[in-house]
């Protein structure tokens, strides 16, 4: 019996310079962004999240705390899209991603 809840999946990634952390799309199955986070030693870095290259959703973090976000209501990817978080920095970057797969 298949999960009624979808199966999770996460990506981490550090850097010296941007980050990116890519969980790998599946081929008939939609990723859902659940939680993000990132931190970088650049003033005015941005956090963004990519359905493929595509940009969904975007901030601006700051080079002093790491951010963190959960979604109630999670961004979906095109079916069989890789999900991408991505993080700008100068000497450091970090990025992580969580999130879960369902197959219609």
Same mark, same amino acid.
């Given at each position: 019996m298949?999960? &009624?809840?979808? *199966?999770?999946?996460?990506?981490?990634?550090t850097a $010296?310079?941007? %980050?990116t952390a !890519?969980v !790998?799309? =599946?081929? /008939?199955? *939609?990723?859902? #962004?659940?939680? +993000?986070?990132g931190s $970088?030693?650049? #003033?005015? %870095?941005t956090l963004q999240?990519?359905?493929g290259s595509?940009v =969904?959703?975007?901030?601006r =973090?700051s080079?002093t705390?790491a951010?963190?976000?959960?979604? $109630?209501t &999670?961004?979906?990817? !095109?079916? /069989?899209?890789?999900?991408v978080?991505? +993080? *700008?920095?100068? $000497?450091?970057?970090a990025a992580n991603?969580?999130g879960?797969f369902l *197959? &219609?």
């Amino acid at each position: 019996m298949a999960n &009624p809840f979808g *199966t999770r999946a996460t990506a981490t990634a550090t850097a $010296s310079g941007n %980050a990116t952390a !890519t969980v !790998t799309g =599946i081929a /008939g199955s *939609t990723f859902f #962004v659940t939680d +993000v986070s990132g931190s $970088s030693d650049l #003033v005015g %870095a941005t956090l963004q999240i990519k359905d493929g290259s595509t940009v =969904i959703w975007q901030d601006r =973090i700051s080079n002093t705390s790491a951010a963190g976000y959960q979604f $109630s209501t &999670p961004l979906a990817c !095109t079916i /069989g899209n890789n999900a991408v978080v991505a +993080v *700008t920095g100068t $000497s450091f970057g970090a990025a992580n991603i969580a999130g879960y797969f369902l *197959t &219609p």
